[in-house]
């Protein structure tokens, strides 16, 4: 037991070097998380461990910009038995080495990372708790895309050494653990939208309705990765001979996502159409609740010559869902407008 308890202070110092791997947290703004993690160990099994982590973090404005950490500092308070067993094996101090897994999403991208971190040498009391300490360079991180960006714990990898007085080894040597995080936590240390460095363009083009056969004249504002366009009208013909008109309203629904891309960039977005108003031979067939039955996703894309700073072109395709809301004629309606092979054509210019 005695060299269980030993195993278990140092266990729990291995912790301490892991959750520096909490480094990149809230942009500006400091974090004080605790986590629970478990542990196999020899001779004592399975162990759970608490360790605090505080920190400091800068996000950047844009994509494209670092991310850093300061401020770091990982406290772990061994308890009192833990310290009597590593002061029994002849234990006066404890060090070692650890690797933590975190997990680094920025837009599209997903980057697993392995942080290197030392637990620093720390005296043993022959009784009593005592704290140490674990640290680790956190180089810089460049985040390309905007949008969602999170930091997310994992488990992490140990390798601990207690000493005697002489500096030469115990009989528990060094031994390694892989910890896991403990289920029911959440692992997210850090999420934030990366925004867009607030560029707002003009928006001119059309959208082309293959399954109408009609083209609409497109205005609006694009600013960030949100395109917001202004009321249009399609005119087409039924049957080729009767004259129709469909006013479309499109706009954004919920968040919208994206990356840049060198000087271009594609936007995620997810689009709400309505159709206040549907004609045939110059007579209303739609209620003024005519919309599509669900968001339409389209990836926009900036195409040759594009610049962020003036803009250029940008185009998309999508697919329009069934219509609802249509009134006695949805079905109908539906029939006419819903299906692939939409596409957006669209000029941006810088504002």
């Not at 528990?172 to 850090?190: E, H, I, K, N, Y």
């Not at 056969?213 to 249009?232: I, K, N, Q, V, Y």
């Amino acid at each position: 037991m005695r060299i269980a308890r030993s195993l278990l202070a140092a266990c729990v110092l291995a912790l301490a070097g892991p959750v520096a791997v909490a480094t990149p947290a809230a942009a500006s703004t400091p974090i004080d998380k605790e986590l629970s993690f478990t542990c196999p160990f020899p001779l004592i099994g399975l162990q759970k461990l608490d360790v605090e982590v505080k920190a400091s973090f800068d996000v950047p404005a844009a994509p494209g910009g670092t991310f850093t950490t300061a401020d770091l500092a990982v406290a772990v308070t061994v308890p009192d038995k833990s310290a009597r067993g590593l002061a029994l094996v002849g234990a006066a101090s404890i060090e070692g080495t650890a690797s933590a897994g975190v997990t680094l999403a920025n837009g599209s991208l997903t980057l697993p990372l392995a942080l290197p971190l030392t637990v620093a040498k720390t005296a043993v009391p022959a009784s009593g708790p005592f704290t140490t300490n674990a640290s680790g360079s956190v180089p810089p991180v460049q985040l390309p895309n905007a949008g969602k960006t999170t930091l997310t714990i994992g488990g992490f990898s140990a390798r601990l050494t207690p000493k005697k007085a002489d500096g030469s080894f115990t009989g528990l040597g060094s031994f390694t653990s892989d910890c896991t995080l403990d289920a029911g936590q959440d692992p997210v240390l850090l999420s934030f939208d990366l925004g867009t460095s607030a560029r707002d363009y003009g928006v001119t083009g059309s959208t082309t309705l293959k399954a109408l056969g009609a083209t609409a004249p497109l205005t609006g504002t694009f600013t960030g990765f949100t395109p917001a366009f202004d009321r249009t009208r399609a005119e087409f013909k039924v049957f080729g001979f009767v004259p129709g008109t469909a006013d479309l309203q499109l706009g954004p629904d919920g968040p919208q996502t994206g990356e840049v891309t060198g000087d271009g960039f594609v936007a995620h977005a997810k689009l709400a159409l309505a159709l206040p108003q549907v004609t045939l031979f110059g007579l209303p067939v739609a209620d003024a609740g005519c919309r599509a039955s669900a968001p339409i996703p389209v990836d926009l894309k900036t195409g040759p010559g594009f610049a962020l700073a003036s803009g250029g072109p940008v185009s998309g395709p999508y697919a329009i869902p069934p219509l609802t809301g249509c009134g006695a004629f949805t079905a109908y309606l539906s029939s006419l407008v819903q299906g692939d092979g939409n596409t957006f054509a669209l000029t941006l210019t810088a504002r």
